[in-house]
């Protein structure tokens, strides 16, 4: 399958019918989200080696898979998303305390998954497949408009749990559509040692209808969304779209990726940054107008700004607070352990 692409690494914009809404309002609006989403990333990444933050995964180079995508679907349908979409959470109004309580082990989760459609973030590789088909067949059951989309990585694609997600979405023809953004890696596994065919090929054996998309072609990746969303929305069965990006960070911070990939491939993604590509399009169809850069470059500045505030300004939980979130019913056991911490807790005052 041909690669999708509407935008080459040079910023020429192809002449095609999908490309007809595409204007300087709409790829300034793109550009927004993404220059936020990176903005937000880089902090929270500078947090975590301060000690602000337990853990980070950044989603640094996946802008476009994430913003084009989610800013194709409408916001009342759901996102079941995976773990490193902090670009789609931020376009769904999940803000930076939301977004990093989690990550400062303050909160068993940053937000309200109701408020903002979009669910909490899976640490479980691929579970969040089976439960989107589930909320999925719900929609249907009610006959509700709304198409439910879910993140997922390469790696995750050789879950078992993905498998029966696609295997039974299409058995019940749910309205899911499945967003993967192939990254090249699952931590130091690459895709050439994941599976021995392409995604895309793979769904399209379990019924699926696909979609291989330049994952950093912001434009491409909408394009590619909107159409597979329709289709989807007007019944004709769950579809799946494999985004072809890259992770340019480690896996999180605790990996170090010197120690399996090499500089000459990062180097080689750089060129195609999804950000600069679309900026290379704005500058040369003259749709950066006066001001725009130096206005976001000030909100991505007072954005960082903020970002550091919050995180710093969380309280620190109780303690005991973990006990009360495990189980709805205290068994024996657990109140044992739980008196047994406070003891040890308490024993180091004074
Ligand atoms: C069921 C399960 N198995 C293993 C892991 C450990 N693990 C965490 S992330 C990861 C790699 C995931 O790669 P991919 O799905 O491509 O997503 P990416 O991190 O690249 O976005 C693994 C193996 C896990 N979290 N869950």
Partial sequence: METFQLVSPEGVLADDPAA????????????????????????????????ELGLWLQSWGQEAAQVGSIRAIRDTDWVFPSYRDHAAAMCR??????????WRGVRQSGWDPARHR??????????QLPHAVGYAMGVQRDGADEVVMTYFGDGSSSEGEANEAFNWAVTMAAPVLFFCQNNGWAISTPTSAQYGAPLHRRAAGFGLATQLVDGNDVLAVRAATARAAAAVRAGEGPALIEAVTYRMAGHSTSDDPTRYRSGAELDHWATLD??????????????????????????????????RRVCRAMPDPDADAMFAHTLAVETRSQAAERAG????TASFVD
């Avoid at 902090?43 to 975590?48: D, G, K």
């Avoid at 679309?278 to 470059?297: K, Q």
């Fill in 93 to 102: 109004g999940i803000g930076p305390e939301e977004l990093l309580a989690q």
């Fill in 20 to 51: 007809a809404d595409v204007d300087g309002d709409l790829c300034r609006g793109l550009y927004r989200d993404m220059v936020l989403a990176r903005r937000l990333d880089a902090e929270a990444y500078s947090l975590q080696r301060q000690g």
């Fill in 274 to 307: 999804p950000l600069e590509r679309l900026r290379r399009l704005l500058d040369d169809r003259g749709w950066a107008t006066p001001g725009f850069v130096e206005e976001l470059e000030t909100e991505a500045t007072e954005l960082a700004a903020e970002v």
């Fill in 118 to 127: 979009f669910h909490l973030y899976t640490l479980v590789l691929a579970a």
């Fill in 341 to 344: 911490y406070a003891a040890y």
